[in-house]
């Protein structure tokens, strides 16, 4: 696999605290590759010290197979889309878009503006400055920016964070075309494990300052490699060691009788979701499943007593001390 | 509520009444009045006080506090930004740095203005140290000329100018640093190219403060300047005192005062684009 990224060992001591803690991965070249955790997990971190704006204090990063971590942030052929878009309030949009093409000293600036001006839908916006314009339009121009100067690798900070809810399905879609279409490696940070599978070809999931998996967004959906990667990245129902995923969990007023593992439950709630149904179950020895099935699936009531089955092949076998 | 609104504005709006705009309303009317034999005013109303202005000895003094004010405005600019921006990247010791900015006003004006006179003059720190070391024979002439009263102002305002320039700093958001060096800029075009600008409202709101204060001046040329490089608060308090000529003392006042309002008034107009 070529990646143009490679971290090994990375550390960040902070006085007291450890935000990351010996990090190994690589980012394949050409992919739009996720890093995921919860808020303060590291990733952060990481996605600074790759820009140059900290230092590890352990581990080597290499870009291309070039050693930067002695580089200073206008030294590293990568570009960061910020999580506040860090738009310069001064200037207008084409002069924050030229801003990084005059500093690598380009010859010709109205082409490639043009380009990605036309590529992010800003024409027209040229002498905008970016208090006039929407969060979506300023997360393009920040796009923009980032783009023209042709990163090896392009970071983004929590890129849909800072949108509301309804535009951010639609900027999820535009921006793994947009990935595609100019096929530059983008390396994604964020909280929000929906945006990261969806969005993305590889992901590495942390987890206080620790790395806990690395993977396709199947594999480590449907194989998760300890109790905290198959938590963070949806809800699982625990029985001991086994796990099952709700939508993998079936509810119904017969045991199947198919080889299926079964077991009697009662109901303690049922939650219209709209396009689903969780019903919330308690087994007789007072373990809790959930399952989520369509609406039209099953009729059940709270304090019904029912049956709740999946498919041996569904679970996931992880031991509770990995937790 | 509005009832409350409108009796919080008394104590100051009663002050300013009694102590400005009565007094302001007698100056002007003293600035049309003729001097009194003793001091004082009399009859007849005339211009003469206005015209007098234009007279080269008066005039050449209006300038020179015009260009003076400017000059001592540009270098506190240049000192004053660089040590707002020191102060506003120090970290944990930022606190010490501002209050060393800030520690002079504790000390009276004059007395400042004193030691400042210990340090220039024939017999000071400065000309026994360099001729104690043999680098000068006679004494520098440092004290009485342009040079001192310009030291003088621009040690007296500086303040002015770094405590709104270092608050435009702080509220400089870091990330737009971060996004210059990450697109290739290095620390020097940042600076240029992003701080200086996005400060441009704490410069022009510490020049105004620093112009003002350097045109209205008066201890400062007259203890450093030694009645030799006068401005024209000097002429002012002049006219009041030994030359006994209220009328256009009245007059000079007022012009200082509309010169103050001219060179603010657009400042104002841009302060309400949000600009100050």
């Known amino acids: 696999m070529d990646a143009v990224l490679e971290l090994s060992g990375v550390s960040k001591q902070y006085p007291g605290h450890l935000a990351v803690d010996n990090v190994s991965f690589p980012v394949p070249r050409g992919s739009l590759f996720a890093l995921v955790g919860p808020s303060g997990c590291g ?8 820009a140059g704006f900290e230092q590890p204090t352990a581990g080597e990063l290499s870009l291309n197979g070039q050693r930067i971590e002695h580089l200073r942030p206008y030294e590293r052929n990568v570009s960061t889309v910020f999580q506040s878009y860090a738009l310069f309030p001064h200037l207008n949009v084409r002069q924050n878009i030229e801003f990084g093409l005059k500093r690598k000293g380009a010859k010709e600036f109205d082409g490639p503006v043009a380009k990605v001006m036309n590529l992010l839908r800003l024409a027209g916006k040229e002498s905008r400055l970016p208090h006039q314009m929407s969060g979506g339009e300023r997360q393009r121009v920040a796009l923009a920016r ?73 594999e480590i959906y449907l194989k998760p490699a300890s109790r905290f990667v198959a938590g963070f990245l949806g809800s699982v129902n625990w029985l001991g060691d086994v796990g099952v995923r709700p939508e993998l969990t079936r509810v119904g007023h017969q045991p199947p009788g198919n080889g299926a593992r079964s077991h009697p439950a009662r109901v303690r709630a049922a939650t219209f979701l709209g396009n689903c149904v969780h019903v919330h179950t308690e087994l007789s020895h007072g373990a809790h499943i959930t399952a989520e099935v369509p609406c039209d699936h099953i009729e059940v009531a709270a304090g019904q007593d029912v049956h709740v089955w999946w498919e041996p092949e569904d679970e996931i076998h992880l031991p509770e001390s990995r937790a | 509520m509005s009832r409350v609104r409108t009796w919080a504005l008394a104590p100051a709006g009663g002050l300013l009444i009694l102590l400005f705009l009565i007094p302001m309303a007698i100056v002007t009317s003293y600035s049309w009045m003729t001097r009194g034999p003793y001091g004082g005013v009399a009859a007849p109303l005339t211009w003469e006080n206005y015209a007098r202005l234009f007279d080269p000895l008066y005039f050449s003094i209006l300038i020179r506090s015009l260009v003076y004010a400017g000059i001592a405005t540009g270098i506190c600019v240049l000192m004053g930004f660089p040590l707002a921006l020191f102060i506003s990247r120090s970290g944990g010791r930022k606190n010490f740095y501002l209050g060393l900015v800030i520690v002079p006003f504790w000390t009276s004006f004059l007395v400042r203005t004193y030691a400042w006179m210990f340090l220039l003059r024939d017999t000071g720190l400065i000309n026994t140290a360099l001729q104690a070391l043999g680098v000068i024979g006679e004494p520098l002439p440092l004290l009485y000329n342009p040079f001192a009263v310009m030291v003088g102002l621009v040690y007296g305002y500086l303040p002015f100018m770094v405590l709104p320039i270092f608050s435009t700093l702080e509220r400089l958001d870091r990330s737009l640093l971060e996004a210059a060096a990450d697109l290739g800029a290095r620390p020097l075009d940042a600076l240029f190219r992003i701080t200086v600008p996005l ?24 203890l450093l300047g030694g009645g030799k490089t006068i401005m024209i608060g000097n002429l002012v308090q002049n006219q009041f005192t030994t030359a006994r000529d209220w009328p256009f003392g009245a007059a000079l006042s007022l012009i200082l005062m509309l010169a103050v309002m001219a060179l603010l008034l657009p400042l104002v107009r841009r302060g309400n684009e949000g600009l100050l």
């Open chain 2, 199 to 222: 400060c441009k409202p704490g410069i022009l709101a510490g020049s105004v403060l620093v112009y003002i204060s350097c045109l209205g001046a008066y201890l400062t040329p007259d």
């Open chain 1, 43 to 50: 990733k952060t971190s990481i996605l600074r010290m790759i």
């Open chain 1, 146 to 218: 980032s783009l023209v100067i042709e990163p090896e690798l392009l970071l983004l900070d929590e890129p849909l964070s800072a949108l509301d809810p309804q535009l951010r399905k639609q900027v999820r879609l535009e921006l793994k075309s947009l990935q595609r279409s100019v096929g530059i490696t983008f390396l994604m940070v964020t909280h929000d494990q929906e945006e990261a599978l969806s969005l993305s070809d590889g992901i590495a999931v942390m987890n206080r300052g620790k790395l806990e998996q690395v993977g396709t967004p199947r």
